[in-house]
């Protein structure tokens, strides 16, 4: 079982839609939660990152963290054909560098 | 516009061939990062080094696989020899430590290789 798991989709939504993403982990020990955004063909983009608990706004981007149940999610309101992208969480300790990624989950939103 | 930069962006080569990516990092970042993604096992982290030292290198074949940062301004991954499974997208990032113990790394857009 991986350390942190994410639905692949694809996820396909009509433009306007909220979008939740979601990922889940198994070790507690994480406490840096991040979301990505990678366009096709670019490096991955840092969009949120949240310490510990809690939700965290911003624009039309929200992320949440419930460490009690493990699960993280990334909402996006009034969702533009320009979010179309693979969206990555991404999940570190407390203490040193190492980021653990999830597969990511392609997000196409269509007008 | 501080960014990572890499080079070659695409190479095709042969197998048995040696491979040699090279990263630039932000000025000012201390710490580099070498990930390879692929379909199958997405984003995976093979080496980083702090301040030019190579803190963890656990994630890469050591058989054929070497990093190294000659100077704060580049950071080569080389593969030798290189195989059929080694095609992927390798990313470098480069960060430095935020407030506290927050950590932001910053994507280059990759190189892609594809081994014959």
């Known amino acids: 079982q991986k350390e942190v798991e994410q639905d692949p989709g694809p996820l396909s939504v009509p433009e306007g839609a909220i979008v939740s993403l979601n990922c889940t982990y198994s070790n507690s020990a994480f406490q840096y939660f991040m979301w990505y955004r990678q366009y096709s063909r670019k490096g991955p983009e840092l969009l949120m990152y949240t310490y510990s608990s809690g939700n965290k706004e911003d624009g039309r981007f929200t992320a949440q963290v419930d460490k009690s149940s493990k699960y993280i999610s990334l909402f996006i309101r009034d969702s533009q054909p320009s979010d179309s992208a693979t969206y990555l969480c991404a999940m570190k300790r407390e203490y040193g560098n190492k980021l653990v990624f999830g597969a990511g989950t392609i997000l196409r939103v269509k007008s | 516009d501080a960014r990572v930069t890499q080079t070659p962006r695409h190479k095709v080569t042969e197998m048995g061939q040696e491979v040699t990516m090279r990263c630039q990092p932000i000025l000012g970042h201390n710490t580099v990062f070498w990930y390879r993604q692929t379909m199958m096992q997405g984003l995976e982290l093979l080496a980083y080094f702090r301040n030019r030292a190579p803190l963890d290198d656990s994630g890469m074949p050591k058989d054929r696989f070497s990093a190294e940062m000659p100077d704060a301004t580049l950071a080569t991954l080389k593969i030798q020899p290189s195989e059929p499974r080694d095609s992927a997208v390798y990313f470098c990032?480069?960060?430095?430590?935020?407030?506290?113990?927050?950590?932001?790394?910053?994507f280059g857009p990759g190189t892609r290789l594809t081994v014959t």
């Open positions: 990032a480069s960060g430095t430590l935020a407030s506290g113990s927050s950590y932001e790394q910053y």
